[in-house]
DNA sequence: TCCCGGAGATTTGTATACAGAAAATGCCCT
DNA sequence: AGGGCATTTTCTGTATACAAATCTCCGGGA
């Protein structure tokens, strides 16, 4: 929940939660797949108590969640519920494109366009993970244009929890190649000045990437 | 996180996390305070264990942090932080508003007007209590009436975050009867069916209440 | 007076044990 | 074969103990 600040309480818990959410992120643990305290314990080389300390703050921040039967769970959701966080996020994506467009700097204009050059280089060499982080690097870019921490978070958090079924879209190069290039339709809007536009574009954008989504999903 | 489902983990970690969260919603644990597991343990009469899983969860959640020396704090914010993450809120108040109007049914209808009706009831009664509780379903409400639980979620981790710091802006019981009547103004725009005119209302309403929350702080 | 170091107190993080609840398995009867 | 009940196994939640880290206070020296 927090950007970058303090080290957050306790090391081995720590360490814990942020692998369990990286391989989660990455499509590792599967959705519904459930967590085993005890085999986490000797996996990690530690106590359950750490264990269960990084599994509850895991789902207080809802990646994972008590189901039916015994045991956490990585968070699953139905298309429906699928269809419902992928609305909510087009309605923050667009703000974030609306909020970017009207405080624009220079600097952040700059580092936008660098993440898109790498996005292209990663789609031109067919390389799906340096094209799923140069992706991620890319949104996470607009978001930072806006300058404000709470709403960062908010849709960076959109982007951690849908990133599993996101990379899913992706089945081969010319995938890439045209999601690279359909970024470069969105900046023009973006850098248009116009926030109604660039909300717009954001919102088409969005659209047909979750239409693809559900496709593979 | 969630908004009604299932018991979440843990019964007595999961009491004294409820009982903390809604004791500093209320601004009766300051910003900054810092929180003792082990009096909170004789106070709960529980042992430490479930006290440390309840505050690891309200950490995750952004409601405690881990501050400058031992222990965890009651989460602060500067003015500035402040300003931020009311300009998020104002943000995504105003998305909740138009997506509320553009959404409403007769049955969400009829539960914002019983919430309001407990707004108005607490606030001629001049009890405080009663008001922010009123208050905080009232506006809960209008999220669950968007019919997004994502949504809802956005919106409700704010107000979770911001309650303390908002409570304040009630000096007497002429500024409960004041913020009831707003909430008139503001639902007449709200259930216009336009979802423009919503979405400005809500703008104002909130507006007006950081200005007060921002000169109380 | 101020600063530093050491000792004691306090707090944090974790391991382990235990009790209770839930789930799985086995057995018996229809 | 299927269902119900009893027993066993497994898992969850918590209490307690211990070690390490951090904080506070006091005394001594410059």
Redesign the pocket.
Known sequence: MDGSEKPP???????VEAALLEEIAAGGIAAGE?L???RL?ERF?????????ALSRLAAQGVLE?G?????RVAQYSREELAQMFEAMHEIEALCARLASQRLTLLARSQIEVAQAECKAAAEAGDLPRYLRANEEFHLSIYRAIENPYIFEIAADFRRRTGPFRAKKFADAGDLVASAESHDDLLEKIFSANSNIAAEGMRQHMAASFLRVLAAN
Chains 1, 2 share one sequence.
């Open positions: 309480r306790g090391s081995a818990a720590h360490r459930r085993d305290e005890t314990a080389g530690v106590s359950r108590t750490p264990i269960r300390e008590s039916e039967g015994r045991g956490m």
